[in-house]
């Protein structure tokens, strides 16, 4: 079984420019959620989707980011116009489907690290 | 709200000794999991295990132990032996069950550094 996969795994964007981070989930899992790690920290919660639902973007920041979970395809996580501060590593993870999404162990993907210059 | 501190930052210690990386945690809820987390050099996330608050009973895994306590309400972790590929950060971290469900609250994380 493949793990959750995400890519790109290295990502580098200009100042302005818009980035876009997939994650790809366990098969069989419908829960995503995803985490920022800013360099020499701990992972920050962002936003938590089902399938064509948010279910919790209590994390995310209010401008510039956004995230979705098609039907069909991988989820993305947007960025637009990009600043420095946006630089850390992203983190996918999944879970299985079940009445709540903590009630299952959240299995991460190997991130996506994004150097804005 | 839901908080989960590791005190130490960083642990270093010589190979084959013992070591022990505390994770003290805050919630509200009746009902949570704990976590541990290895993010080695490489940089991914590597699960350890997972814990529900209804279930206070040890664990050990090889050279890996937990000790979950809610009197304290602390989840240690314990390398016994430890080895040159333990070197990695550990994190800690909390999930409820209701007040927040999905969403896991990490620790900072301990830098754990074995020497040869």
């Known amino acids: 079984n493949a793990g959750v996969m995400q890519n790109p795994r290295h990502l580098v964007r200009r100042r302005g420019q818009e980035a876009r981070l997939r994650c790809s989930p366990m098969?069989?899992?419908?829960?995503v959620y995803w985490y920022r790690q800013l360099p020499e920290e701990g992972l920050k919660f962002m936003v938590y989707?089902?399938?064509?639902?948010?279910?919790?973007e209590s994390g995310m920041p209010k401008e510039r980011f956004s995230a979705e979970f098609p039907k069909e395809g991988p989820s993305i996580l947007r960025i637009q116009q990009v600043v420095r501060g946006d630089s850390a590593a992203y983190f996918c993870?999944?879970?299985?489907?079940?009445?709540?999404?903590?009630?299952?162990?959240?299995?991460f993907g190997p991130g996506t690290r994004l150097t804005v210059l | 709200a839901q908080k989960v501190t590791q005190a130490q930052t960083e642990i270093s210690v010589v190979e084959k000794e013992d070591v022990t990386l505390d994770c003290v945690y805050e919630?509200?809820?009746?009902?949570?999991?704990l976590f541990w987390y290895k993010q080695p050099p490489s940089g991914e996330l590597v699960f350890l295990i997972r814990r529900n608050s209804f279930d206070e009973q040890n664990e050990i895994s090889g050279r890996y132990s937990w000790n979950f306590q809610k009197s304290t309400s602390s989840f240690n972790f314990t390398i016994t032996a430890s080895q040159v590929v333990d070197s990695a950060v550990y994190f800690c971290?909390?999930?409820?069950?209701?007040?927040?469900?999905?969403?896991?609250?990490f620790g900072d994380g301990t830098t754990l550094t074995v020497k040869p």
């Open positions: 989707l089902q399938k064509e639902n948010i279910i919790d």
């Open positions: 993870a999944s879970s299985p489907p079940g009445t709540s999404g903590s009630t299952d162990t959240q299995y």
């Open positions: 971290a909390l999930s409820e069950g209701y007040t927040n469900a999905g969403k896991s609250t």
């Open positions: 919630t509200r809820d009746t009902t949570y999991y």
């Open positions: 098969k069989g899992h419908s829960h």
